[in-house]
């Protein structure tokens, strides 16, 4: 597995549109895309920032994984994962699996902006929660 790049890093917020000032002062540009991603229970917003993207995640319930970071974190969200940019998430997948590292996700799934996503656990990640994206083809 040789990812290309740092795709993003996800960031866990309260609210987005609390915690857009910040960001469009830190990176200097607006956000450019805000999207519900249902099926993980999130909106996101994304800022670029070179050829990486700061990825702000809002639980959309209390149930969302998202929801549960920020409550374990005292309610106040921080960096929740990184991300790294694959050529293929299936095969970078069964290399992480070879090497003996937990998967959260057996197979690839769709993500925000229609990246195929799959995660590792951070208990075999030394304590980082990572991503592993795949660009749209």
């Known amino acids: 597995m040789k990812p290309s790049h740092i795709e993003h890093l996800g960031i866990a917020v309260t609210s987005i549109e609390e915690a857009l000032p910040f960001f469009e002062f830190l990176t200097g540009d607006k956000c450019y895309a805000i999207e519900e991603v249902a099926d993980q229970k999130v ?3 994304f800022f670029k920032v070179g050829q990486t993207k700061i990825e702000l995640l809002e639980p959309t319930c209390p149930e969302s994984t ?14 929740h994962h990184v991300a790294f940019n694959v050529e293929n998430v299936a095969d970078a ?7 003996g590292l937990q998967l959260i996700d057996e197979a690839p799934r769709k993500g925000a902006e229609n990246l195929m996503i799959a995660f590792l656990h951070p208990k075999s990640t030394k304590g980082i929660l990572t991503e592993l994206c795949q660009q749209p083809r």
């Open 66 to 79: 998202i929801a549960k970071f920020i409550e374990k974190n005292g309610g106040r969200g921080g960096v």
């Open 93 to 99: 997948l069964a290399e992480a699996k070879a090497a």
């Open 43 to 45: 909106r996101t917003a």
